[in-house]
């Protein structure tokens, strides 16, 4: 079973930028597609964006040109770009482990909040 942890979320003024990490363990993370999810108060966990193990991308059309994700197989981590960032995009981050079209694992959720 693969462990996740996220890392990088905080607080930041519109048109900001922050780049989350998800460190894997416990498992081989190339095998995995991995994803960004995220989750804002009174609203249902959303894909963010999802990177395939050779690398493919897709995005949400709200990040779409924003967010970048991308992957260092090498070192066990995701990562999730954040520019522009938009007070709507105030959530909780979650990085997913995902194998065969099924969410194997979870992290613990990363706090990033948009305001001024």
């Known amino acids: 079973q693969v462990q996740l942890v996220e890392s990088g979320g905080g607080l930041v003024q519109p048109g900001g930028s922050l780049r989350l990490s998800c460190v894997a363990s416990?498992?081989?993370?190339?095998?995995?597609?991995m994803g960004w999810y995220r989750q804002a108060p009174g609203k249902q966990r959303e894909l963010v964006a999802i990177?395939?193990?050779?690398?493919?991308?897709n995005y949400a059309e709200s990040v779409l040109g924003r967010f970048t994700i991308s992957r260092d197989n090498a070192k066990n981590t995701m990562y999730l770009q954040m520019n522009s960032l938009k007070p709507k995009d105030t959530a909780v981050y979650y990085c997913?482990?995902?194998?065969?079209?099924?969410?194997?694992?979870w992290g613990q959720g990363a706090q990033v909040t948009v305001s001024s």
């Open positions: 997913s482990a995902q194998r065969l079209g099924f969410i194997i694992s």
């Open positions: 416990g498992s081989t993370f190339s095998i995995y597609t």
């Open positions: 990177i395939t193990n050779d690398g493919s991308t």
